[in-house]
């Protein structure tokens, strides 16, 4: 039952984990999530010891980890690989470019400020309708392309 808890219940405890579980990261909330507290509950009924032994105690003789240890090793892995060459910010910044603000979104990015998201979603979407605005400025019978094709 316990490599049960550990194979399966801590991976589906890591879902998004690096969204959700920023707020119990730091010292002290190891046990403030709903979710440490049906393990502990779970590994509890497993040694069948009582529900007033402390939490610390009962993760040791599991030989478990809080919860949080993996919350964190996965939000801190996350924040990497967006540093990683690969993954680089240029790669991201450059991802800005055709955008009406490009460059106030690039400018954001890189001070590591929010980007307004209302202002990023309309700016997104006039670009990817630009195909649309062309088609439309265009003659089906000049033209060789299905998006004219479909808009006439």
Not at 22 to 30: C, D, M, N, R
Not at 57 to 79: D, H, K, N, T, Y
Request: overall charge positive; aromatic content about 12%.
């Amino acid at each position: 039952m316990l490599w049960l808890s550990k194979v399966y219940g801590i991976p589906a405890g890591m879902y998004a984990s690096q969204v959700w579980g920023t707020v119990y990261l730091s010292e002290g909330s190891e046990f403030g999530s709903q979710l440490q507290k049906r393990h502990l509950c779970s590994l509890r009924r497993i040694f069948g010891v009582k529900n007033s032994t402390t939490n610390w105690a009962v993760l040791r003789e599991c030989g478990q980890e809080p919860l949080q240890f993996f919350w964190f090793r996965a939000s801190i892995r996350l924040f990497n690989s967006m540093l990683d060459d690969s993954n680089s910010e240029t790669q991201v910044s450059n991802a800005f470019n055709g955008l009406q603000d490009s460059a106030m979104f690039k400018q954001k990015m890189l001070r590591a400020t929010q980007v307004p998201m209302q202002e990023f979603i309309c700016d997104l979407r006039f670009r990817h309708l630009k195909v649309w605005r062309e088609a439309n400025l265009s003659c089906p019978r000049a033209v060789n392309k299905k998006a004219v094709t479909c808009l006439k």
